[in-house]
């Protein structure tokens, strides 16, 4: 359907000052929420478009049907699908699907990451001024001063290279991947980070929040990396040297 009605997009409306939804997003929503509520009608749906479908068990769908809105909406072909599994706050199934490459980015929480079939594997980047980092502004970067100007000018000064590219699960997937050695931002929703997040962890990188502690999914600042650069992104982003306890677990829950 993505791929069907991209370059010919119709109705788009402004959710916020900067945030975009089309008939397209709603529209891919609703085919993924009628296929999930008939195949598992016991589980709840958290999506991007619509009120939370809430179940009597403790599990839920997260989706997003299309993360990438504003680069769709421009023609930009840089925006995917993704959808989680989770049970009992834990995420155990990730899929993100970006149909203008054909790649299907998966993972099963203690099986490991694929990318159309094939593992998936961090980079072994070990410098920061070697590493090629992403990163994401929020919707209120116009009006708020918690938009992320200071960490990008931060980081750009000290890595090598970094890159904006508009689709929070398709960053994380390509840090999975070894594209990218590392991705942070900010005021994220779960739709937004949550299969991306167990992608990465299960192709042997790292998330946290901002302070290096398990990422929450519901409070949105997420740094991800392949592990090797994880502390210093941390001292950028804290300002502070990182002393890690021993054995602290240092992934999402």
Known sequence: MLRQHFGTIGAIEHKGKLDLVTDVDRR???AVVTFLSREFPSCGILTEEQPEIKSGSKCRWILDPLDGTTNYAHGYPVFCVSLAFEQETSLLWAGVYDPMRDELFTATRGHGATMNNQPLRVSTIDRLDRALLCTGFPYDVHD?????LDYFAAFITTAQAVRRDGSAALDLCYVAAGRFDGFWEMKLKPWDIAAG???????GGMVTDFTGMPLDITHGNVLA???CVHNAMLQILTKKEIAWPSGQDRTIS
């Open 28 to 30: 891919s929503e609703e």
């Open 144 to 148: 708020s001063a918690e938009n992320n």
């Open 197 to 203: 997040c167990l992608i990465v962890t299960e192709a």
């Open 225 to 227: 990396s392949n592990g």
